[in-house]
């Protein structure tokens, strides 16, 4: 049976966003090499917009990442390419494990840097609660981040997800150092409504 999360509709509007699906095309590799290209590596150090250099330095390489991404996401996930007023601002990615446990994994999230600070990656996150829980029959929502990624710990606990724990080295960063990771939930009977 196909995972209803490749039912979802192609464009999702929140507020002040879009988050749409792009195929890996060298189109759409072009548009988010464009977005992303003067982006310093170094902000994105706890996840890389790329596998290969933090930031891809060519549509090609974005290209192929691209491609990886969509083999990652074939049976049971979506990416999600973030918009704001028609331009591409960052990524999420989603897996739902349609499993007795029906969760729903927001797997890798960023944003250029302009980006952050204005609540973005919170209103993405909102609309994909209402999503999991309201579209998708989800009964749990599972986030993590490294205890070093501030900024997102911050934006992960006042989006209201509970701290689960710390998996002591339970990551691994592109340069091969260890860090703790922080494992986050919310569970429908903590949804609120969005
Ligand atoms: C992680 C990341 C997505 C967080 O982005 P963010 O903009 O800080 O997150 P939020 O959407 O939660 O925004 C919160 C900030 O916006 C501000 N804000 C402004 N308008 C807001 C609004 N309407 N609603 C909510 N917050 C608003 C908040 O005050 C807060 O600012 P502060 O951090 O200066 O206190 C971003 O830092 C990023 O892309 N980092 C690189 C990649 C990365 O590390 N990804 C996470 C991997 S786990």
Request: a positive charge; glycine letters at 8%; one cysteine or more.
């Given at each position: 049976m196909t995972n209803p999360i490749k039912q979802l509709p192609k464009i999702i509007k929140t507020a002040r966003l879009e988050m749409r699906q792009l195929e890996p095309t060298p189109e759409n590799a072009q548009l988010v090499f464009d977005a992303v290209k003067n982006e310093s590596p170094a902000d994105f150090y706890?996840?890389?917009?790329?596998?290969?250099?933090?930031?891809?330095?060519s549509a090609n390489e974005m290209l192929k990442q691209m491609q990886i991404e969509s083999q990652w996401i074939a049976d049971n996930g979506v990416n999600l390419y973030i918009f704001h007023n028609g331009n591409l601002i960052g990524y999420r990615r989603l897996y739902f494990h349609d499993d007795p446990t029906k969760t729903l994994q927001m797997a890798a999230v960023w944003l250029v840097?302009?980006?952050?600070?204005?609540g973005f990656a919170r209103e993405t996150s909102d609309a994909v609660e209402k999503i999991a829980f309201e579209?998708?029959?989800?009964?749990r929502i599972t986030r993590q981040c490294s205890v070093d990624n501030v900024r997102s710990a911050n934006s992960i606990r006042s989006s209201g997800f509970h701290l689960d724990g710390i998996a002591r080295q339970g990551g691994i960063y592109h340069d091969d150092k260890l860090y703790d990771n922080m494992i986050w939930s919310k569970l429908k009977s903590e949804y609120k409504g969005k």
């Open positions: 706890f996840n890389r917009i790329c596998n290969t250099n933090l930031v891809p330095v840097r302009s980006a952050w600070g204005r579209t998708l029959g989800a009964n």
